[in-house]
């Protein structure tokens, strides 16, 4: 028997991200989630090392990897419209969840509580508080970039996001992350040498 999780998973690829918005660099969920759990593990690690935390980073990672698995059926929903109103937010998060178990059931049996594990953080977690600061940090990470190279498209959205990071600062990683590495979103390569 063959199964098909995996197919999905490689049309992340496909799924573009800012789909309203000009872009200098277009951006797809599978760069977006690469980039979110880099951020998430390094959260992680600031946590263990800084702040006296005892988190499985590893993990972390793993289900920030797996944060956007939904939009592989349903696509990207453009923030304005998922946030347009709290019964819309609400109806697109039952999407979602039906989603990712449509996807969780491509998967063998015997594999499915453990990719259930990664994909469904449940929204009181730790861990899901990480992932969502992560995710938040790398879109304004995106903003900062498109920025930079010209675009003002992103000028609001950089505005927005900033405010939106600021409000994970009640974790100290996130704000040591913010204080300790954004800034070097904003340099070229040559200031980055």
């Not at 918005?21 to 980039?35: D, G, L, P, R």
């Not at 935390?53 to 929903?77: C, K, M, P, Q």
């Not at 453990?114 to 938040?136: C, H, Q, T, V």
Request: with cysteine; aromatic share 12%; net charge negative.
């Amino acid at each position: 028997m063959s199964y098909n999780f995996f197919a999905y998973m490689a049309r992340m690829k496909l799924i573009r991200r800012w789909s309203l918005m000009k872009s200098v660099t277009e951006e797809n969920i599978a760069e977006h989630s690469a980039q979110v759990a880099q951020i998430a593990h390094a959260l992680a690690l600031i946590k263990n090392r800084y702040f006296g935390g005892n988190l499985n980073a590893d993990r972390i990672a793993s289900a920030a990897l797996y944060h956007e698995t939904s939009e592989v059926l349903t696509g990207d929903l453009p923030t304005p419209i998922k946030y347009y109103n709290p019964e819309i937010r609400s109806s697109y998060k039952s999407i979602e969840k039906t989603a990712n178990e449509k996807l969780i059931s491509m998967l063998p049996d015997e594999l499915r509580e453990d990719y259930r594990a990664l994909i469904n953080i449940p929204s009181d977690s730790y861990e899901y508080a990480l992932i969502k600061a992560a995710d938040k940090i790398s879109a304004y990470i995106k903003c900062i970039e498109e920025l930079r190279s010209g675009n003002r498209e992103f000028a609001k959205a950089e505005i927005t996001l900033k405010k939106e990071v600021e409000s994970y600062f009640a974790y100290d990683e996130v704000k040591y992350f913010c204080d300790t590495f954004i800034d070097t979103f904003k340099k070229t390569l040559d200031e980055l040498e």
